[in-house]
């Protein structure tokens, strides 16, 4: 049964930082590229991040440029999103996505004073 479970996710001053991990199971996690979106309330979902199968190449969503970084240890079958700088913008449910896999329940992430 295939399975992308997130967490990490919470509430953080602007300017702070979160990590969020992705567990994935019952699929070959390494053969697949993982992805990170969010979606925020009344606005579509939006790609974030995405990381090839062994890591070697990444792809950012502009708007997180600089700030966001997409990894993967393929030896835990965990994917995650180091984010630093939040903006309230920011404030979303983050989900973790694998092409013809489907998606995690997502993580709630919000950035507030």
């Known amino acids: 049964q295939v399975q992308l479970v997130e967490s990490g996710g919470g509430l953080v001053q602007p300017g702070g930082s979160l990590r969020l991990s992705c567990a994935a199971s019952?699929?070959?996690?390494?053969?697949?590229?993982m992805n990170w979106y969010r979606q925020a309330p009344g606005s579509e979902r939006e790609f974030i991040a995405g990381?090839?199968?062994?890591?070697?190449?990444?792809h950012l969503a502009d708007s997180v440029k600089g700030r966001f970084t997409i990894s993967r240890d393929n030896a835990k079958n965990t994917v995650y999103l180091q984010m630093n700088g939040l903006k309230p913008e920011d404030t979303a449910v983050y989900y973790c996505?694998?092409?013809?896999?489907?998606w995690g329940q997502g993580t709630q992430v919000t950035v507030s004073s």
């Open positions: 990381i090839t199968n062994f890591g070697g190449n990444t």
């Open positions: 019952g699929f070959s996690f390494s053969r697949y590229t």
């Open positions: 996505n694998a092409a013809s896999i489907g």
